[in-house]
């Protein structure tokens, strides 16, 4: 796939850094957050489209999540979780991202035991989306966030049933979280993986670092994504240039 590496960048950025990526041939994951939503000027997102499109570079979507939670037991939160998630739907119908990534929201020191309760709220948060993402052309994936083993996702996953509807691993939040090693992960969710944000951290703190400046062991991680989910989408997570530029090169590198 043709730009199979992606670089986080939050939309309010987009606009500053267009030419640097048209220049580098840097796809973007464009993160949309409450306020970049809110004042979203249409015309403006069409016409950043549009220089993507002609530059031959293409986009994945990470969708807005602070404090929302699509299977929250509350209706009121999963009203304005359904809100947002309709708001960068129709960003990106413009956009036509390859991917889209979401949180999915299940956190067991709040759910705890009703995770069925959790899980049908989720899935009735979800279907819409999917079924627009599904008319855009492009795969909807949940990011593990907070979970320490990956039962909930698979009863997502499963019970979603698409292969519009992937998981995006994120190893960084993994290694933060976990209470199961990164093999037994992938024996249950390595088939749907689709979409993964590749970033290195200490266990500590969500550090982002570029791949080798913490403890996660990448040789076993690169050797379960090529057994497990070849293909998938690579992104970045660095938060300036120069770390851009030093982790788009060391994960390039080992895709080589």
């Not at 929302?68 to 979780?81: C, K, Q, V, Y």
């Not at 390859?98 to 009703?114: A, K, N, T």
């Not at 088939?191 to 200490?202: F, G, K, L, S």
């Amino acid at each position: 796939m043709k730009n199979q590496i992606f670089a986080h960048l939050p939309y309010r950025y987009l606009g500053n850094y267009l030419e640097y990526i048209l220049e580098k041939n840097i796809s973007p994951e464009i993160f949309f957050n409450a306020e970049a939503l809110d004042t979203l000027v249409v015309e403006e997102l069409a016409s950043f489209a549009d220089a993507l499109k002609s530059g031959g570079i293409l986009c994945t979507i990470h969708a807005p999540f602070m404090d929302l939670n699509p299977g929250s037991p509350e209706p009121m939160i999963r009203r304005a979780t359904a809100h947002r998630f309709s708001q960068v739907m129709d960003a990106a119908k413009i956009l036509k991202p390859v991917s889209m990534v979401f949180h999915p929201g299940y956190d067991r020191w709040r759910q705890g035991e009703s995770q069925e309760e959790w899980l049908g709220y989720c899935m009735e948060t979800f279907k819409p989306v999917l079924e627009r993402g599904v008319q855009i052309g492009t795969t909807i994936t949940v990011e593990n966030i907070f979970e320490t083993e990956p039962s909930t996702l698979k009863g997502l996953l499963d019970a979603m049933d698409s292969p519009s509807f992937r998981h995006c691993f994120d190893v960084g939040h993994w290694n933060l979280f976990k209470t199961i090693g990164m093999e037994e992960w992938f024996s249950v969710l390595g088939p749907y993986i689709a979409h993964v944000h590749v970033h290195d951290n200490n266990g500590l703190r969500d550090d982002h670092f570029p791949i080798g400046d913490g403890n996660i062991d990448f040789e076993l991680y690169f050797r379960l994504m090529k057994q497990y989910a070849p293909g998938s989408i690579y992104t970045i997570e660095a938060h300036d240039r120069a770390k851009v530029e030093l982790a788009l090169d060391r994960l390039r590198d080992r895709l080589a």
